[in-house]
């Protein structure tokens, strides 16, 4: 029963209501879209500005520019040490080499611990919520020293390995927490049918757990297109550089005034995100309210 | 029998995590280790007792980069919540166009950690940016907010009060498990809008609260690219944004002081482990749990 009550006791008059519940819905529009405004102006400049000759970014004030120049797409993608495409495929192999490794790392743990039975198993959850609030700080010089002594400094080894080793417990907890909705009894069938536990995890939980395995690639995606840290400290190489080690650089060449091609490889390099978010979005919002991821 | 099995294909599985604990466990005590020595990176570590932590008493950068790291994290951190907070109320009470509101407000949050977006807050708040360009239009004369020490910072807690949409996609998945009719039996008997968020908003979201509460402190003690890219790499102007992870990482990777460095890395942990303890603690008080 969805009865609505009116805040005021005494039965409020027959005619207003109408009128008294616009205006409230309106100005909630206008403060709404206001935000909207603010949240949204910072990357409506940043493409306007990518289209604007560099001499007029700071004194052409309006949106829409007054004189084009898309040539600073050309330009910015050939300023720096290598041409644009070269950190974009970096950049697209350790994303997609990362999703892959924490695809099968995670949901191989994940089903350990939603599935199977075994001595150490609440120990080992338990260690693995605490990775999840342990901040990665700590690790970073004995890591680094580590990485020196295998000879891995310069390669991708140290920003890849960490992903197919499971070592992001927010992924194993939101798959976890997806296998656990899933029915029991389609593992029994499966173990009765004969189905090993690889099997079982293979042919009938992996294919079910396509969902929460959009999210993980989603987010995979994004935190490692945008991941700066990591690559600042293991690529020195310019070859190897990704995508935001290469956007960096047009800071460098401040002096030389070159805006437009700055904030347009800067619109490249966060045209992908915006993209898998336009796309992703339903699971984004899924996984971020089952785990709190960000 | 069974059992036995079931062991076997148990550690199996987590044989790639087996493989991830040691990547996490072996550094995290051999950091422990080095904060008790002097180390180049080049030469075995030496031992050097408590020297590292009485070098950092006396360290004024440390000192300023605790300040900033404090500032940012205790301004920002409950600010950001606060707004994603008021958002997701007033979104969830029912707004024609929420999922387009939605997507506008958490697309930032996606955002907000990248170069390209802190590289562009340089020239938003430039002196001649968009935002002295819109203070100037009621008069207001804006300073020179990147490169004005007593402002840096401010742009940067501005950068993560826009990111409030990860929060609020949380928030309002929480405040969407209320039942409505706890609403509308508080309205029955009278209750204010104010009464109704204090009595049934704010004590049923609570767990929600700190649960983003305990992993944005975590996440905003470690803030490194923002400084980073805002300023250059120095931590500048005048170190008003040298974070503390940044000194960290000035300390480690550019004077390769890594001794010192694992010193500095666990007096952070410490702090956040205490940090962390105090909002468990507190959470007895105010966060209120159904079952």
């Known amino acids: ?294 | 029998m069974i059992r036995r099995r079931q062991d076997w294909a148990g550690y199996a599985f987590l044989l790639p995590w087996f493989g991830g604990m040691v990547f996490m466990v072996v550094p995290f005590f051999a950091s422990l280790y080095l904060a008790f020595t002097d180390y180049d990176l080049l030469t075995p570590p030496r031992w050097a007792g408590l020297a590292n932590f009485r070098e950092m008493a006396g360290d004024v950068k440390l000192h300023q980069s605790l300040k900033v790291t404090f500032v940012y994290t205790l301004v920002s951190v409950p600010a950001s919540l606060a707004v994603a907070l008021a958002v997701a109320i007033v979104l969830d009470r029912g707004v024609r166009g929420l999922a387009i509101y939605r997507s506008i407000y958490y697309l930032p949050s996606l955002l907000g950690g990248s170069v390209a977006i802190v590289m562009l807050w340089r020239y938003l708040f430039g002196y001649d940016g968009i935002v002295n360009d819109f203070l100037s239009w009621f008069g207001i004369a804006g300073p020179a907010w990147t490169t004005d020490p007593d402002h840096a910072l401010t742009t940067l807690i501005l950068l993560h009060v826009w990111t409030f949409g990860a929060p609020m996609v949380i928030f309002l998945a929480g405040l969407r498990q209320i039942p409505a009719m706890y609403y509308e039996a508080a309205g029955m008997d009278g209750a204010s809008t104010w009464r109704q968020f204090r009595s049934i908003t704010l004590p049923l979201l609570s767990p929600i609260i700190f649960f983003n509460l305990v992993q944005a402190l975590i996440a905003s003690f470690q803030t490194f690219t923002q400084g980073y890219v805002l300023s250059n790499g120095s931590g500048g102007p005048a170190d008003s944004t040298l974070f503390y992870n940044l000194y960290l990482y000035q300390k480690g990777f550019a004077e390769f002081d890594m001794g010192y460095a694992s010193s500095m890395a666990w007096l952070l942990l410490i702090i956040i482990a205490g940090f962390t303890a105090i909002n468990f603690l507190a959470a007895r008080y105010w966060v209120f749990y159904d079952n």
């Open chain 1, 1 to 294: 029963m969805s009865l609505t009550l009116t805040r005021t006791p005494q039965a409020p008059s027959a005619a207003p209501p109408a009128a008294r519940r616009t205006r409230p819905r309106f100005l909630r529009h206008v403060l709404l879209s206001g935000v909207g405004v603010v949240m949204m102006y910072p990357l409506l400049w940043m493409i306007s500005s990518s289209v604007k000759p560099s001499d007029s970014v700071f004194t052409d004030e309006s949106l829409w520019p007054a004189v084009f120049d898309f040539g600073n797409y050309a330009r910015g993608w050939t300023a720096l040490s290598e041409p644009f495409e070269v950190y974009l495929v970096n950049s697209l192999i350790i994303v997609t080499l990362s999703i892959v490794g924490n695809l099968l790392s995670c949901s191989l743990a994940a089903y350990a611990f939603a599935r199977l039975r075994f001595t150490g198993r609440r120990l080992f959850f338990a260690m693995m919520l605490g990775t999840m609030m342990l901040p990665g700080h700590v690790l970073v010089v004995p890591q680094y020293v580590m990485f020196d002594r295998l000879g891995w400094l310069n390669t991708y080894y140290p920003l890849l390995v960490p992903h197919f080793l499971a070592t992001n417990g927010f992924y194993i907890f939101l798959m976890v927490q997806f296998m656990r909705s899933l029915p029991q009894e389609l593992d029994d069938a499966a173990r009765i049918d004969g189905c090993g536990p690889f099997r079982t995890f293979w042919k009938v939980v992996m294919p079910l757990c396509l969902p929460a395995f959009a999210t993980t690639a989603i987010f995979t995606f994004i935190s490692v297109w945008n991941e700066f840290f990591s690559p600042l400290l293991y690529l020195t190489d310019p070859q190897l550089y990704t995508v935001p080690l290469a956007v960096r650089q047009f800071m460098d060449s401040e002096g030389q005034s070159r805006w437009g091609e700055m904030f347009a490889m800067s619109f490249v390099s966060l045209a992908p995100v915006i993209g898998f978010f336009i796309a992703g979005q339903k699971y984004l919002v899924r996984g971020i309210a089952t785990t709190g991821l960000r």
